[in-house]
């Protein structure tokens, strides 16, 4: 009878053990659980804040480009116009060089939207036949280094 007896308490006290650690771990799930929720709407509201701010920056970019791009044209025009008179072969060099650069610089500006807009995750691509030489290309860039451009 008193090993049944002894037998019984154990077995009360491993019942009671293993629900007081069933309890706790409920416990701390509970917690981590509510943890984790603060953490989410925390990133939430920040990839909220990293979208607005890409926004931003894209419209910014555009502006910044279309404002950029502008006078640019103007300034091909006006190379342009002095191309169009008698110049000396050093002033026809500059020229041609303020042409190279003016043209590289819209290239650019022109490219500043489409980033934004890959960024935006808004860029749509088509296929188009393109007119490309590797051999002129290279050569191109081999007689800007010779020239020192």
Do not use: Y
């Amino acid at each position: 009878m008193v090993d049944a007896l002894w037998f019984a308490s154990f077995l009360g006290g491993i019942v009671m053990a293993v629900l007081a650690w069933v309890a706790l771990s409920r416990r701390r799930v509970r917690g981590q659980t509510e943890e984790l929720r603060g953490k989410n709407e925390e990133l939430g509201r920040a990839l909220h804040e990293a979208e607005g701010a890409t926004r931003v920056k894209s419209e910014f970019l555009a502006n910044m480009s279309h404002e950029i791009r502008t006078p640019m044209n103007g300034i091909l025009r006006i190379i342009e116009l002095a191309q169009n008179t008698s110049l000396s072969p050093e002033q026809s060099e500059f020229i041609t060089g303020a042409q190279q650069s003016a043209e590289s610089l819209l290239i650019l500006l022109n490219d500043i939207p489409d980033f934004s807009k890959v960024e935006a995750g808004h860029l749509d691509l088509q296929l188009q036949p393109v007119d490309f030489s590797v051999r002129r290309c290279l050569g191109r860039a081999v007689g800007r280094a010779r020239d020192g451009g």
